[in-house]
């Protein structure tokens, strides 16, 4: 009895032994976990924030002529996205352009005009929640023009080798002296850009040449023609020099009008035109405006026509019979498309008179250009009959 009940009272110990120990086990681990510390724990990433969407960023371009005071509204932008590889070619509205992204891109920008070099350009557009603005302003440099001139016999259409020329911009421009190749006769030559151009050319045995020229490609080549000197006959009209000036796009030709014989008593063989009276234009008076009835240039510009060098060649002998008086060469428009284009395209026009006189041996110091477009009409502009009246040039002796 005694040896059963002992048997029981182990078996009792036993169990409770195991249990306490599964107890306490199980205490260490609750512990462990209330001890760990925050530090322990994996940390998360913090979600992107919802709720806030990206705004557009907008590229501004611009182009301008030379400096930023002259917006140039003939301009075109290429933009090729080197994302998508796709290119665009944009015309700049009065020399600007605003282009809208709502993806960012890396781009290869080109702004160019014609006559003008090209500005490269290559921008990041990024694109954030606040909007991201960028500028790019294209300064263009006028493209040289590069120019070919060259002499030849007008009666054999030879090349003359000697052929000398002098070509010059408008007043104050630097004038370019130049002489051609021994081999080739040519003169290959960089003018700054498109224009009106005074160009003269000389030769041992030939008359000179002095014409106003239009470069509007920057490829461009002008042949000279130059007539024979020859015994001075009276009885016959005196031939001129002729231009031919070609380009990639232009084909411009000018050739004298034939003219009529001028009749005169004597002619000194040391003049260097036929002499001529002042009668056109009458006597000279301080601030009495002449009009030269009969010059000519071509429409919309200042190149003189060759029929006006009879009048032109007039007012030379005027002046060289009256050495001390100094005149102002007038210019005027009608009233027909923008005032300031009026007014510089009277003064170019009264400047290419001017060269042509200063090309005849009349001192520079005696002529002074004036452009008065539109202000001083003679006639109503209600028509076409008097617009025409107001197109005119004049002659007003100053001293």
């Given at each position: 009895m005694f040896l059963q009940s002992g048997k029981v009272f182990l078996t009792t110990v036993i169990c409770l032994l195991v249990v306490g120990?599964?107890?306490?086990?199980?205490?260490?681990?609750?512990?462990?976990?209330?001890?760990?510390?925050?530090?322990?724990?994996?940390?998360?990433?913090?979600?992107?924030?919802?709720?806030?969407?990206?705004?557009?960023?907008?590229?501004?371009?611009?182009?301008?002529?030379?400096?930023?005071?002259?917006?140039?509204?003939?301009?075109?932008?290429s933009i090729t996205s080197r994302t998508t590889g796709k290119t665009q070619v944009l015309s700049l509205a009065n020399g600007r352009l605003e282009q809208v992204f709502n993806e960012p891109d890396v781009l290869a920008i080109e702004v160019s005009g014609e006559g003008y070099t090209t500005a490269f350009r290559s921008m990041t557009i990024a694109v954030s929640t606040t909007g991201n603005r960028y500028e790019f302003d294209a300064q263009l440099d006028p493209a040289p023009i590069k120019l070919t001139v060259w002499a030849v016999d007008s009666r054999t259409n030879k090349l003359i080798h000697d052929a000398r020329f002098t070509i010059s911009g408008k007043a104050g421009k630097t004038t370019l002296l130049l002489t051609p190749d021994s081999t080739t006769g040519l003169v290959k030559t960089d003018l700054p850009g498109k224009g009106v151009y005074q160009l003269t050319s000389s030769a041992n045995g030939y008359g000179d040449f002095t014409k106003s020229i239009r470069l509007?490609?920057?490829?461009?080549?002008?042949?000279?023609?130059?007539?024979?000197?020859?015994?001075?006959?009276i009885t016959k009209a005196q031939a001129l020099p002729e231009a031919v000036v070609k380009s990639a796009k232009t084909a411009y030709v000018e050739t004298p009008a034939a003219k009529p014989a001028l009749k005169v008593p004597t002619l000194s063989g040391n003049l260097p035109m036929p002499a001529v009276s002042n009668k056109p234009f009458g006597a000279l008076e301080k601030g009495k405006a002449i009009p030269l009835k009969n010059i000519y240039f071509d429409q919309s510009s200042p190149v003189l026509r060759p029929e006006s060098s009879t009048e032109l060649n007039q007012l030379v002998a005027v002046l060289l019979e009256n050495p001390t008086a100094k005149i102002e060469i007038r210019g005027h428009t009608d009233n027909q498309g923008d005032f300031d284009l009026n007014v510089k395209l009277s003064r170019d026009r009264c400047q290419a008179v001017i060269d042509y006189l200063v090309g005849k041996g009349i001192a520079k110091s005696r002529l002074t250009a004036v452009g008065r477009g539109p202000i001083d009409p003679i006639a109503p502009n209600n028509n076409e009959e008097n617009r025409k009246k107001n197109r005119r040039v004049e002659v007003v002796p100053v001293l």
């Open positions: 120990s599964g107890m306490a086990q199980r205490r260490d681990v609750d512990y462990s976990r209330i001890k760990a510390t925050p530090s322990a724990r994996p940390v998360m990433a913090s979600p992107v924030q919802s709720g806030r969407t990206a705004n557009p960023s907008i590229l501004t371009i611009k182009a301008f002529a030379v400096d930023i005071s002259k917006p140039l509204t003939s301009a075109i932008v509007d490609s920057v490829q461009s080549e002008a042949r000279v023609m130059l007539t024979p000197k020859k015994a001075p006959d």
